[in-house]
């Protein structure tokens, strides 16, 4: 397994599809030292962009990687707020419909912010600061874990905003 | 009056003496967070952070890769 996250990202937006990046991605965006295995997006569940998204899906082989069967998204699975978990060519991509108590892609939109992560990639990533309070919120003891690294980044980022 | 940047260091306001220890140094928060990471992680362009990203998670798939079963 390949993991290069930027590729997933370059075929995301080369599809035009509309998301948000959240959990560990977006955290590494911001500068926060942490690890993870996955690429977590919030896309817009309208029909374009689930159809962009499909395609986006489809030239990377997405397929649910807790399916034996190898089976493929299809856009009634990726309108619904259900977590997809997928692997690609890329490594592994979840497309969630909604997070944390159905929060959707434009329930987030106002605490995203576009950020360029290549030379010619921008990406639109969630908040560090809504990060952390939607893994407060959560609780569960992966998030709780992550918890002091994201609030410590956090500050850090502050203070150098403001120096 | 205009402030000129200089290696020497101002009359009265000598430098902190290097503390090697990093626990007497404060590099850690109260709650144990390693705060030099984040500081250097912070030095590096979004698009840095996401390769590093990517290298991390296939120096652990690389890592997985040479493990050997543990035998019986």
């Known amino acids: 397994m390949t993991f290069d996250f930027r590729r997933a990202l370059t075929v995301l937006a080369t599809h035009e599809v509309e998301f948000i990046v959240v959990g560990g991605i977006s955290a590494i965006l911001q500068g926060a030292p942490v690890v993870t295995l996955d690429l977590d997006i919030v896309h817009r569940r309208t029909p374009d962009n689930v159809r962009r998204l499909l395609a986006a899906l489809r030239s990377i082989d997405a397929r649910y990687r807790h399916d034996p069967r190898g089976l493929v998204p299809e856009a009634q699975h990726l309108l619904g707020p259900g977590h997809n978990l997928l692997q690609t060519t890329c490594g592994p991509l979840d497309a969630l419909g909604a997070i944390d108590e159905g929060l959707s892609y434009d329930d987030l939109l106002p605490d995203s912010e576009e950020m360029r992560v290549g030379p010619d990639l921008t990406a639109r990533v969630l908040s560090l600061r809504r990060l952390v309070e939607l893994k407060a919120a959560a609780g569960r003891p992966k998030d709780v874990a992550v918890l002091p690294t994201l609030r410590a980044t956090l500050v850090e980022l502050e203070r150098t905003r403001d120096a | ?72």
């Open chain 2, 1 to 72: 009056m205009m402030k000129v940047m200089s290696d020497e260091v101002e009359p009265g306001r000598e430098e902190a003496p290097f503390v090697a220890d990093g626990l007497a140094a404060g590099a850690y928060n109260e709650e144990g967070v390693d705060l030099t990471l984040i500081r250097m992680f912070l030095r590096l362009t979004p698009a840095e952070r996401l390769d590093e990203a990517s290298s991390s998670a296939n120096g652990i798939e690389e890592l997985r890769a040479l493990q050997v079963p543990a035998s019986r």
